[in-house]
């Protein structure tokens, strides 16, 4: 398979092994990608943008801020356009401002704004490679996803024989190549899945809702898009926008999203349940909007159960739950797993760090054998690809 029409940026950042990412490109453009780079400042001094330049056929960008033309937001426009970061070679000063989102200059800039995968080459002599700081960050980022091509031992350009030295640009070519190629994971699944709060009439103007965001139902529905699968969003009430290439319904109310769900349920592969639907809605829901005179009890009567209401129209489906807990949240999500017969449940705790709203996101996975995982504290974004990879290979 070939690499055309992927669409790739290379990094260059300060090191020796600059020298060798105009073959890497080479490789990349006789296989039909369109590659554009980014250097830092330090990489201009061991190879020439014009050679970058010249070989990619794309004008490099170095400056964040350039003073020869009106360059925007182009950061964030780089950001988005490639399929595939590659940074090649990637110095320790560049990997450690990853690894603490220092944005500096525009490529540390660029890869703090990106989503896409970024796949890190690096680059350095061995005592740099083996401190343990720099461990430290390379397990760190590659702990949150980033992907790393190991460097091999060998002579380096200080004369000393070790580990360090980057990859060979074939190696570097094949490792995308295989990234391009590998099956994508949920390919002919469908997908259903539910984001954001749930409102509940009081009367025409007022709501009973819930702090949900519905940020990690719409990073799980974007996640599944990109493994492959045919996804369907059904969302309650949210201020973020719609997700490309992605089916969205939009509903209000839980009765609503029961109703939603229950229709699109049969013909679905796997039905993630990120939304949070209300457990109570009020008993009678005031036609006119009610006064401050108007003595106000309200009464709440409990709202249908989604996921038990499913039982008897599933088939093989895969069922993911997610569940909110402030305490005894494992046994109290483990209870839930076997209530509705889910295949996984994802446990939020409600802590110091509060799931609502964040873009960041610890979780606990608990399957149905029991079987328990922690993960770290990261963006969002990130855990929906971890999560989307663990439903994948349900059982
Ligand atoms: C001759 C020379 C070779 C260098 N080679 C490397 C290297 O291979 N890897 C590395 O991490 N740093 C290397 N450095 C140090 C980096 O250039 C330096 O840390 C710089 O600040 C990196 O900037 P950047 O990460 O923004 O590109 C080298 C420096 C010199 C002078």
Request: hydrophobic share 40%.
């Amino acid at each position: 398979m070939s690499l055309k029409n992927r669409k790739i940026i290379v990094g260059i950042t300060g090191g020796i092994a600059a020298y060798k990412t105009p073959n890497l490109i080479r490789l990349l453009k006789k296989d039909e990608a369109e590659v554009r780079s980014i250097m830092t400042s330090s990489a201009t001094k061991f190879i020439t943008a014009l050679t970058i330049e010249t070989v990619s056929q794309n004008p490099v960008s170095v400056e964040m801020f350039p003073e020869d033309r009106f360059a925007g937001t182009h950061h964030i426009d780089m950001a988005d356009w490639p399929d595939l970061f590659v940074i090649a070679p990637a110095t320790a000063n560049f990997i450690a401002k990853v690894a603490s989102g220092i944005c500096d200059d525009l490529l540390s800039t660029v890869i703090c704004a990106t989503r896409k995968p970024i796949l890190i080459a690096p680059a350095m002599n061995t005592n740099m490679y083996l401190n343990p700081i720099t461990q430290k960050n390379i397990k760190f980022l590659k702990e949150l996803g980033y992907q790393f091509i190991d460097p091999n031992e060998g002579e380096l350009a200080c004369n000393v024989v070790g580990w360090g030295r980057m990859a060979e640009p074939e190696e570097i070519y094949s490792y995308i190549l295989k990234q391009f190629q590998k099956k994508k994971s949920l390919s002919n699944k469908k997908v259903l899945v539910t984001a954001g709060p749930c409102r509940e009439a009081i009367d025409p103007v007022r709501y009973i809702s819930n702090r949900s965001s519905g940020k990690m139902g719409y990073a799980l529905a974007s996640a599944a898009k990109d493994a492959g699968a045919e996804v369907t969003l059904v969302s309650g009430p949210s201020s973020l926008s719609d997700p490309s290439g992605i089916k969205v319904i939009k509903v209000e109310s839980t009765d609503e999203m029961y109703h939603a769900v229950k229709e699109r349920f049969p013909q679905s592969d796997i039905l993630i349940m990120a939304a949070a639907p209300a457990d109570f809605t009020p008993e009678i829901v005031e036609k006119r909007k009610m006064k401050k005179s108007d003595s106000m009890v309200l009464r709440l009567k409990p709202t249908i159960d989604i996921l038990s209401s499913l039982r008897r129209q599933r088939k093989n489906q895969k069922i993911i739950g997610f569940a909110l807990e402030t305490d005894r949240g494992p046994e109290n999500a483990l209870a839930k797993l076997k209530a509705k017969a889910l295949d996984m449940i994802v446990l939020n705790m409600m802590e110091k760090q509060t799931p609502f709203d964040s873009d960041l996101n610890r979780v606990t996975i608990i399957y149905k054998n029991g079987k328990t995982e922690k993960t770290a504290l990261m963006p969002k974004t990130k855990l929906a690809e971890i999560l989307i990879e663990k439903i994948a290979t349900l059982k």
